[in-house]
Nanobody, 124 residues
Framework: VQLQASGGGLVQTGDSLRLSCAASGSGFSDYAMGWFRQALGKEREWVAS???????YYKDSLKGRFTISRDNAGNMAYLHMNKLKPEDTALYYC???????????????????WGRGTQVTVSS
């Protein structure tokens, strides 16, 4: 599946932002979707995932501020980010995992398809 992330931008501390991930191709409803981010000079880190069954998983430090969701009819996944902080500044990627078997820990290697990132910059 081909993925395209969008919705990034320059915001201020405390603002909210919604990232979108558009998927093209078949099978979207069977895939788990994930969001990752990569700050300049740092490794790509997992942010959140949503299973094919809409179960959700979050990086502990982001629980309560970020919400992942999906719209299978529209082949879309979303990441709602609230109370943004400068440390949230990063390139955000969406990814698809084809296997329907997964646990509660998510890694870059677990995902099969990646989109280009969308930049989120939070100014202080």
């Amino acid at each position: 599946v081909q993925l395209q992330a969008s919705g990034g931008g320059l915001v201020q501390t405390g603002d909210s932002l919604r990232l979108s991930c558009a998927a093209s191709g078949s099978g979207f409803s069977d895939y788990a979707m994930g969001w990752f981010r990569q700050a300049l000079g740092k490794e790509r880190e997992w942010v959140a995932s949503i299973g094919w069954d809409s179960s959700t998983y979050y990086k502990d430090s982001l629980k309560g501020r970020f919400t992942i969701s999906r719209d299978n009819a529209g082949n879309m996944a979303y990441l709602h980010m609230n109370k943004l902080k400068p440390e949230d500044t990063a390139l955000y990627y969406c990814a698809a995992r084809h296997s329907r078997i997964y646990g509660t820990n998510w890694y870059v290697r677990d995902f099969d398809d990646w989109g280009r990132g969308t930049q989120v910059t939070v100014s202080s």
